[in-house]
């Protein structure tokens, strides 16, 4: 038994150039609450400057349909946001920082050190709402512009967190610098270092398609949650072409094939699916959605 | 230590629309004996009616430059087939079957039997010439007309070709219908059925994305040989717009990362992999030239 998280209406929206409106992100989120996720990440509450594609948080979570057992989750990147996503009842949030001080600058404007002490205040704040918080930790397998990242990096900043109330901690390949025997190591080196309380996620991208090898590797070395965006959605800023998140129909699939319970249904997720190049008007990079199921079978020819 | 087969020239290029020029055909097979390959897949010599793409084997078996320590190999059909491809010097052949019933009448046009026969001559013939032959089965994870492909089949077949002077046996993932626990089950039964002597080979598609998961299980399960088409060339006929072989850069480069020998150099590959889309005139489906390798790094933003 492993658990699906679905990131795609928050990884995949945000970058979409179109914007996608918020009827159809609800219908979206709806949707994706039928096929069986054990959370959704519904959306991002940062500011509509930053990130324009998702400026209607509060409506997008205010009208979505909450179906008993999926936690609703969001993405908060500050006090502000956190505050602003309490108020809308989201059920657990997901704080982010980077594992490299180069990363970490780029995409949050902040040194680590600064970004360290703004996600202990907000698992404090947290932590007096009641409401629990995941850590993603960004760049786990790699960054962009520095190369390999040091294990125990992430091994300091994930003990750091743990043990200041985070709920659990998610190992970002943000840029699809992962590999297999990397992933297994790095799980299971922190799986002996958390408290078995803390769970620990993947979050791969498929920019080097490797996404379904590292979650192989992942799952071998013991790890049972899993993100993954619909479609492949979500991308890579620093490599144009590129696929995006892994998607979540290709780890479920696999995982189906493989007799590991994930609790998602494909035959649903493919009807969502199957409607995303008309919502982000443009072409899913979706194996699956091309092919079909593996035992989808063809008449023959000439019969 | 592993072995890559750049099977490109002959499965990628049979089902291009657009034909390559003979002289570009060399170019091609001439590049890829520059990257260390330990065997080329240099062409088919089938009917110029059946694989017009291929109606100029014999002019680029006789115009490839032979690197020494690489192995050119050729698919032969038939027995007219192999006397030409003896005629060329090849210094390999392939001869494939399915594994599948309605697969074998659907692809070859005739019952596996006939195509046991066939083979049977075929090993007996090559073997008074002295030449070695790889036996390919198809379907051997699965039909697309059939479905699941009962793994004592293609034991038997295995067994069979074994017994009768086959170099080397290639399990084919032909529609991409494999995943990793198949994989690594029929892997290790063969293994156990076949004498060492008659090394395995993968040939996989990424139809469903799992090309490179499977790949993975493979290797943990003690496969050494791999083919795979530079650039992800080659296709599935029965899946539009899925995506081909396994594409032999992604390949190499998950290897590389994890520290497996290949033998094969990365940089001059992506060279070859980069003119392609000129060559075939389309783009392929390769993450990797669209990302590169995961440790190029970026300039950060505002540096």
Same mark, same amino acid.
């Not at 909450?66 to 989201?90: I, K, Q």
């Not at 965006?229 to 479920?252: D, K, W």
């Not at 590991?260 to 995303?276: R, Y």
């Given at each position: ?7 795609? @209406? ?6 979409? %150039? ?18 069986? =996720? ?9 500011? /509509?400057?930053?990130? %324009?594609?998702? $400026?209607? $948080?509060? /409506? ?16 908060? %990147? ?6 602003? +996503? ?54 786990? =397998? ?44 790095? $799980? ?6 958390? %408290? ?14 490797? $996404? ?16 993954? +965006? ?6 890579? @800023?620093?490599? @144009? ?35 995303? @190049?008309?919502?982000? /008007? ?22």
């Amino acid at each position: 038994m492993i658990e699906i998280n679905e990131v795609g @209406p928050r990884d995949g929206l945000q970058i979409e %150039p179109a914007f996608v409106a918020t009827d159809d992100k609800v219908a979206l989120v709806d949707a994706l609450s039928d096929c069986g =996720f054990a959370r959704i990440e519904v959306t991002s509450f940062t500011s /509509a400057r930053a990130i %324009p594609a998702l $400026a209607d $948080a509060e /409506a997008v979570m205010q009208r979505i349909r909450r179906r008993p057992g999926v936690v609703y989750t969001c993405l908060v %990147p500050n006090l502000r946001g956190m505050e602003r +996503a309490l108020d809308s009842g989201a059920d657990e949030l997901n704080l982010v920082m980077s594992a490299s001080e180069t990363h970490n600058q780029a995409n949050l404007r902040m040194t680590r050190e600064q970004s360290t002490a703004q996600l202990l205040a907000m698992l404090e704040r947290a932590g007096q709402a009641g409401v629990p918080c995941n850590v993603s930790l960004s760049t786990a =397998f790699g960054c962009p512009f520095e190369g390999d990242i040091a294990p125990s990096e992430v091994e300091r900043l994930a003990r750091l967190f743990a043990g200041a109330g985070a709920a659990g901690i998610t190992l970002c390949d943000t840029t699809g610098m992962a590999y297999p025997t990397q992933v297994a190591d790095l $799980a299971a080196s922190l799986a002996a270092l958390l %408290p078995a309380s803390i769970p620990l996620t993947l979050h791969l991208h498929n920019t080097r398609g490797m $996404a379904l090898a590292n979650a192989l590797a992942a799952w071998q070395a013991g790890m049972r949650r899993f993100d993954g +965006a619909v479609g492949g959605l979500g991308g890579c @800023p620093y490599a @144009p072409g590129a696929s995006g998140n892994a998607s979540t129909e290709e780890l479920v699939h696999m995982f189906d094939c493989m007799g590991v319970d994930t609790g998602v249904s494909l035959a649903p997720l493919m009807e969502v699916v199957a409607a995303l @190049p008309r919502l982000v /008007a443009r072409e899913v990079p979706s194996q699956l959605l091309a092919a079909g199921p593996r035992l989808r079978t063809h008449p023959a020819p000439g019969r």
